[in-house]
């Protein structure tokens, strides 16, 4: 599973819009939808964060 599906997913799973995650993590709902569509990745420092807001890992996010 891509990057792109696995946040699409957890995101889904939870009940959540693009809209209400870009908000949480201050970005754009555009680079929410990138990131979905694996055309575009969050920073580094973003993964921490996306992956307590999605309540799972890191490794995870990453496809380990």
Do not use: H
């Not at 891509?2 to 957890?10: R, T, V």
């Amino acid at each position: 599973m891509s990057f792109g599906n696995i946040i699409k997913k957890l995101r889904s799973d939870r009940n959540m819009t693009q809209e209400q995650l870009a908000e949480k993590l201050n970005v754009t709902n555009q680079s929410v939808s990138k990131w979905e569509k694996d055309i575009n990745a969050p920073d580094i420092t973003l993964l921490v964060e996306l992956a307590d807001l999605l309540e799972t890992s890191v490794d995870y996010l990453l496809g380990r």
